[in-house]
Protein backbone atom coordinates (compact mmCIF):
# COMPACT_ATOMS: atom_id res chain seq x y z
CA UNK A 1 0.00 0.00 0.00
CA UNK A 2 1.10 3.58 -0.55
CA UNK A 3 -0.65 6.55 1.31
CA UNK A 4 -0.21 9.84 -0.71
CA UNK A 5 -0.66 13.45 0.79
CA UNK A 6 -0.71 16.88 -1.04
CA UNK A 7 -0.23 20.03 0.60
CA UNK A 8 0.74 23.34 -0.33
CA UNK A 9 -1.99 24.57 -2.54
CA UNK A 10 -3.49 28.46 -1.93
CA UNK A 11 -4.95 31.21 -3.62
CA UNK A 12 -2.66 33.10 -5.55
CA UNK A 13 -2.74 35.71 -7.97
CA UNK A 14 -1.96 35.34 -11.79
CA UNK A 15 1.59 35.48 -12.95
CA UNK A 16 2.27 34.08 -9.37
CA UNK A 17 4.28 30.70 -8.22
CA UNK A 18 3.44 27.89 -5.93
CA UNK A 19 4.92 24.91 -5.08
CA UNK A 20 3.27 21.34 -4.11
CA UNK A 21 4.22 19.04 -2.39
CA UNK A 22 3.44 15.13 -2.47
CA UNK A 23 4.11 13.12 0.63
CA UNK A 24 4.29 9.10 0.84
CA UNK A 25 4.32 6.19 2.96
CA UNK A 26 4.28 2.54 2.83
CA UNK A 27 5.85 0.92 0.00
CA UNK A 28 9.31 1.85 -0.98
CA UNK A 29 9.13 5.64 -2.68
CA UNK A 30 12.65 5.29 -4.53
CA UNK A 31 10.80 2.58 -6.87
CA UNK A 32 7.53 4.04 -7.80
CA UNK A 33 6.66 6.30 -11.13
CA UNK A 34 4.46 10.03 -9.63
CA UNK A 35 2.66 12.02 -11.41
CA UNK A 36 0.24 15.14 -11.08
CA UNK A 37 -2.96 15.40 -11.85
CA UNK A 38 -5.83 18.38 -12.04
CA UNK A 39 -9.50 18.51 -11.84
CA UNK A 40 -11.15 22.26 -12.88
CA UNK A 41 -14.87 22.21 -11.73
CA UNK A 42 -17.08 20.63 -14.80
CA UNK A 43 -14.05 19.24 -16.24
CA UNK A 44 -12.45 15.43 -16.25
CA UNK A 45 -8.78 14.84 -14.26
CA UNK A 46 -6.13 15.64 -16.56
CA UNK A 47 -2.22 14.55 -16.83
CA UNK A 48 -0.19 17.18 -15.27
CA UNK A 49 3.58 16.01 -14.84
CA UNK A 50 4.97 12.62 -14.53
CA UNK A 51 8.21 11.86 -12.76
CA UNK A 52 10.25 8.26 -12.91
CA UNK A 53 11.50 6.49 -10.06
CA UNK A 54 14.80 7.97 -10.51
CA UNK A 55 13.99 11.59 -10.93
CA UNK A 56 16.05 11.83 -14.22
CA UNK A 57 12.80 11.24 -16.66
CA UNK A 58 9.72 14.03 -16.57
CA UNK A 59 6.95 14.52 -18.79
CA UNK A 60 4.88 17.20 -18.71
CA UNK A 61 1.29 18.04 -20.39
CA UNK A 62 1.73 21.00 -23.27
CA UNK A 63 -0.41 23.61 -21.35
CA UNK A 64 1.73 23.36 -18.75
CA UNK A 65 5.42 23.00 -20.24
CA UNK A 66 7.72 25.76 -19.59
CA UNK A 67 6.15 26.77 -16.61
CA UNK A 68 6.06 23.94 -14.17
CA UNK A 69 8.53 21.66 -12.74
CA UNK A 70 8.26 18.45 -11.17
CA UNK A 71 11.05 16.92 -9.02
CA UNK A 72 11.97 14.45 -6.20
CA UNK A 73 13.78 13.71 -3.27
CA UNK A 74 13.50 9.85 -2.61
CA UNK A 75 15.38 10.35 0.90
CA UNK A 76 12.28 12.21 2.01
CA UNK A 77 9.47 10.34 -0.09
CA UNK A 78 8.55 13.08 -1.37
CA UNK A 79 7.57 14.47 -4.76
CA UNK A 80 7.15 18.31 -5.76
CA UNK A 81 5.55 20.79 -8.29
CA UNK A 82 6.71 23.80 -8.72
CA UNK A 83 4.23 25.76 -10.47
CA UNK A 84 5.13 29.16 -11.70
CA UNK A 85 3.77 32.23 -14.10
CA UNK A 86 0.50 30.78 -12.95
CA UNK A 87 -2.65 31.21 -15.03
CA UNK A 88 -6.77 31.29 -14.05
CA UNK A 89 -6.93 28.12 -16.09
CA UNK A 90 -4.47 26.53 -14.16
CA UNK A 91 -7.20 26.84 -11.20
CA UNK A 92 -8.28 22.88 -10.12
CA UNK A 93 -8.10 20.32 -7.54
CA UNK A 94 -4.30 19.01 -7.58
CA UNK A 95 -3.77 14.72 -7.15
CA UNK A 96 -0.69 13.27 -6.68
CA UNK A 97 -0.54 9.42 -8.17
CA UNK A 98 1.81 6.50 -8.04
CA UNK A 99 2.34 3.88 -10.22
CA UNK A 100 2.36 0.42 -7.94
CA UNK A 101 4.62 -2.50 -8.43
CA UNK A 102 3.56 -4.56 -11.45
CA UNK A 103 0.73 -1.79 -12.45
CA UNK A 104 0.88 -0.24 -15.90
CA UNK A 105 -1.55 2.38 -14.19
CA UNK A 106 -1.66 5.28 -11.80
CA UNK A 107 -3.20 2.75 -8.48
CA UNK A 108 -2.53 4.96 -5.74
CA UNK A 109 -3.59 8.71 -5.60
CA UNK A 110 -3.72 10.93 -2.68
CA UNK A 111 -6.77 13.06 -1.75
CA UNK A 112 -6.24 16.40 -3.80
CA UNK A 113 -5.04 20.08 -2.89
CA UNK A 114 -6.96 23.12 -3.86
CA UNK A 115 -5.34 25.65 -6.37
CA UNK A 116 -6.88 28.72 -7.08
CA UNK A 117 -5.16 31.80 -9.23
CA UNK A 118 -7.15 35.15 -9.53
CA UNK A 119 -7.16 37.37 -12.62
Known amino acids: QVQLVESGGGLVQAGGSLRLSCAAS????????MGWFRQAPGKEREFVAR????????MYADSVKGRFTVSRDNAKNTMYLQMNSLKPEDTAIYYC????????????WGQGTQVTVSS
Open 97 to 108: AAIGPGSQVYNY
Open 51 to 58: INWRGIST
Open 26 to 33: GRSFSTLT
